[in-house]
């Protein structure tokens, strides 16, 4: 199967400052990324859909001015939570399609805890 | 846009008997169901998928089921083991490469000794 990385896999930070996740196609070249997040014991709820040299595409009710998404490169996506609130504390996924394939490969997902 | 429901929440079953989670979904253009399962603290992991050109679809002892005309489809675990305590998801989607994924709330699996 493909491998997709994610870093950090956990940060704490103070509330107000922000914080940048990390996702990375390792062997395959990904034009599409999504983002999700997912609370305990809840499902992956998609944020958005990062796409490689043009803007993300965010899921009603997501503030794309909060949680900003950069794909730049075919290998790379960010997504930052800007201004981040004890609310953001969640776990925080990233996934991609591999080649011509439908099937997503995940990375291995941030929890993100805000203090 | 696609909402897929899955049933049920919780659901406990005897080592060696058979687990069955089911899912519908809204969307008549869906034609891609894959099913992950996910630990705690982990990735998810697809364990099967099925299009909607097949009915049925088995990998050893896990099968998924598939009725394009009632919008279900539903996810079989045979001889259950203790390793299968997890998470399930279902998902649909239309099956192109960058479309999205929409996942099912999805089944916290327990396997009593």
């Known amino acids: 199967g493909a491998v997709v990385s994610q870093h950090p896999s956990r940060v704490i930070c103070k509330s107000g400052t922000s914080v940048k996740i990390e996702c990375r196609s390792l062997?395959?070249?990904?034009?599409?990324m999504f983002w999700y997040r997912q609370f305990p014991k809840q499902s992956l709820m998609l944020m958005a859909t990062s796409n490689e040299g043009s803007k993300a595409t965010y899921e009603q009710g997501v503030e794309k001015d909060k949680f900003l998404i950069n794909h730049a490169s075919l290998t790379l996506s960010t997504l930052t939570v800007t201004s981040a609130h004890p609310e953001d504390s969640s776990f925080y996924i990233c996934?991609?399609?591999?080649?011509?394939?439908?099937?997503?490969?995940f990375g291995s997902g941030t929890q993100l805890s805000v203090l | 846009g696609e909402n897929v429901e899955q049933h049920p929440s919780t659901l406990s079953v005897q080592e060696g008997d058979s687990a069955v989670i089911k899912c519908t979904y809204s969307d008549s253009a869906s034609n891609y169901f894959p099913w992950y399962k996910q630990e705690l603290g982990k990735r998810p992991q697809l364990i099967i998928d099925?299009?909607?050109?097949?009915g049925e679809k088995k990998d050893q002892r896990i099968a998924v089921t598939l009725n394009k005309t009632a919008k279900h489809f539903s996810l079989h675990i045979t001889e259950t083991q203790p390793e299968d305590s997890a998470v399930y998801f279902c998902a649909a989607s239309s099956g192109n490469r960058d479309d999205k994924i929409i996942f099912g709330k999805g089944t916290r699996l327990h396997i009593l000794p």
């Open positions: 062997d395959f070249q990904a034009t599409t």
């Open positions: 996934s991609a399609p591999k080649g011509g394939e439908e099937k997503l490969f």
């Open positions: 099925i299009r909607s050109n097949v």
